[in-house]
């Protein structure tokens, strides 16, 4: 799995357990709506000040939007 679609599977997933929308969650961070639906789909890279910004909103670290998901056994 590419790493840019690990990063938008867990966005999607973190900012929908935290019941925010893409507006909600781009404004917080400082980042244009646009910008965070093209991550989101896997389309755009983000930078790390990017994933720290995103972090910081869903109160989580960093490396966790980068995690892969466990594979099954």
Known sequence: MDLR???AANLRRLR???G???????YEAEVSRSYLSQIEKGKYY???????KLASVLQ???W???K??????
């Open 20 to 26: 925010l929308s893409q507006d909600d969650l781009a």
């Open 5 to 7: 679609d690990v990063l």
């Open 60 to 62: 989580i670290e960093p």
């Open 64 to 66: 966790e939007l980068l």
């Open 46 to 52: 983000a930078s790390l000040k990017i994933i720290e």
């Open 68 to 73: 892969a998901p466990e594979r099954e056994k």
């Open 16 to 18: 929908h357990a935290k």
